[in-house]
Every structure is written in C-alpha cells, then in structure tokens.
C-alpha cells in the first residue's frame, strides 16, 4: 500500500467535502448568524449539544465561540433529561449538531428543549431528518462522501461540521463587533495574551541598552557605542533628537569591503535612512507582526515626537514567552 497516497486520498476527500458544503451555504447561515447575536444581545447563551464524533465537534465550537466573547456551553444529551436542563434558559440559542438527523439521544431530547422559548440551529446532512424538522435553522453539511474506506466512519463530515462553526463563530464575532482588545481580555495567560496585553514600551530595551548616536558620530565612534549595549543595531538621531536613521553590523560589513576609510565617516553617510519603526504605545503583537513581515532583527521603537526611545530585539521575545 502506497501510504503517502492514502493520506492525499483522504485530504481530497476532505477538500471536497469543505467545498461542497461551502457551496451549500445560503440565507439560512445568514439567519442562524442573526439568531445568534440577538440572543447574546439579550444576555442569553449558546448551548451546544451532539452525539459521539458530533459530539466532539460540537465541544470544539462551543470552545471557539466562548473564546471570542460569545457565551457557549455544552449540554449532554443524556445527562440533560436527568437535570443538566437546567443549564437552558428561555432566549438562549441551542445548536443540534447530528449527520443523520436522527440520532436517538438527541431525537429525544428536542421535545424537552421546544419547552423552553429557545431557538434551534441544526447541523445536519438530512434536511428531512426529525432533527431538521424540529429546528428553526437549518444548516446543511451534507458531504458527498466520507474519507473512510467503507464510507463509514465520520470524517469528512466532522470536518465540515467543524469548519461551518468556525464560519459561525467568526461571522458572529465580526456581527458583534468584536474587537482585538476584547479578544485579549479572553486570553490574559500564554503567549497570545502576553502578546496582546503588554505595550510595546513594556519589552523594549532602555537606557544603556538602547544605543543611539548623532548622525555626524564617526562609524568607529558608532561601533563603540554598539558595542557597549551589546547590541547589533543603533539609532541615528539628528540635532533636534529625531530618528533619521539605523545602523547595524550589516550595514558595517556591506561597506568595509569597498571604503578604506570607514570608520572616519559619520553616520549620516552609512546609515539606513527611514528605518521600520514602531510606536512605545502599541501592543507587543503589533511588534510580532512587523517581525513577521519584515526581515529585521532589531525594531527601533520611537515616542509621538519620532524619538527613539527603546529597541527591541528578536532574540529578546523568546525569553518574554513572545515567540
């Protein structure tokens, strides 16, 4: 067996699926969207509940939602009709994940939920499922096929589910007008908190460790300074104090090959003018992207009147638990 093109096999089964389903959509995603938000408006809740593989999509949706400030929980369909209905409150949004439509666990429990003024957001791949008939929307996912051999075991269809609620989640977000900062409130722990919720001015190096230098200090005079505050970069700076320019062991060795007389010239002659910069204000992620987008080592940071005020350095974030 040819296992590397097993797996491809499975992938375009997969992508299939995805594309299929992506052709699906219609007003229906529109309205579950509009179903949503105004029940989060209202202070209700989503309530996810699935059977097995659905199940465990279903858990993952919840997460996703709960994670960009819509609140989800997940209900289990047996434990619900033994005092976990508790958890549902009339206004809430109730989303039914099943393929078949007709799973027994959760057939069961929808006369239970329709007690309650809830609205129910349905996954299925049958539209004539009881599942869909007793749903407000209906959102299909009906695959083509799945990536199990015998057309069995649910794959391509999980992974349907799985994208369609991070579809839902993400235009629910963009609806409510979620913002970066709210998403940070959400993370305050790991790298993706530390890096939305500290400023820029929180992880820069300062004072001796910040080299900065005239525009007429010669190259040697320059390399000193670096040197100093053991660092590969320096700002260049005019008489009024204002960035002009950078200057980097890279910019140094370029010129050493053809200029004898290098480290006689002032800086304004060697430097790199207009530098990447970025504000002491900004949050540290807006410092990763640049990283990211730029092949920089070094990022000069500077204040409201374009001084250089700090720096940071690439080989700095992993220490912060940045990277």
């Known amino acids: 067996m040819n296992h590397l093109a097993q797996a491809r096999k499975v992938f375009d089964i997969e992508l299939a699926a995805l594309k299929a389903v992506r052709t699906q959509l219609d007003a229906s995603f529109a309205r579950a969207v509009e179903v949503i938000v105004a029940a989060l408006r209202q202070r209700g809740k989503v309530i996810v509940v699935g059977i097995g593989k659905s199940g465990n999509v279903g858990r993952k949706i919840s997460a996703t939602l709960t994670s960009t400030g ?36 959760l057939v069961n429990l929808l006369p239970a939920l329709k007690r309650f003024a809830v609205k129910i957001i349905a996954f299925t791949g049958s539209a004539r499922s009881t599942l869909a008939r007793f749903s407000d929307v209906v959102l299909n996912v009906c695959v083509p096929r799945e990536a199990c051999p015998f ?66 200090l010669s190259v040697k005079e320059a390399l000193l300074v670096m040197t100093r505050a053991k660092s590969g970069s320096l700002s260049v700076v005019n008489a009024s104090g204002q960035l002009t320019g950078v200057f980097t062991d890279g910019d140094f060795r370029r010129h050493m090959t053809d200029d004898e007389h290098l480290l006689t010239r002032p800086l304004k002659t060697v430097m790199t003018p207009r530098p990447i910069t970025v504000r002491d204000d900004a949050l540290a992620v807006e410092a990763l992207k640049i990283f990211d987008a730029r092949n920089i080592d070094d990022l000069i940071v500077v204040n409201a009147r374009r001084e250089p005020v700090g720096l940071v350095d690439s080989q700095d974030l992993p220490k912060l638990k940045l990277m």
Not at 82 to 89: A, E, I
Not at 95 to 105: I, M
């Open 151 to 216: 057309n069995l075991a649910p794959t391509a269809s999980t992974t349907a589910m799985l994208v369609l609620g991070d579809a839902l989640a993400m235009t629910v977000l963009q609806a409510r007008g979620f913002k970066q900062s709210d998403f940070a409130k959400h993370h305050p722990s790991g790298a993706i908190g530390r890096a939305m919720l500290l400023r820029v001015g929180e992880i820069m190096r300062t004072g001796d460790r910040n080299p900065v230098a005239g525009e007429n």
């Open 70 to 105: 819509s609140t989800s929980v997940v209900l289990d369909s047996v434990d619900a009709l033994h005092g976990d209905l508790g958890v549902v409150n009339d206004g809430d949004v109730v989303l039914a994940l099943s393929y078949s439509g007709e799973s027994d666990e």
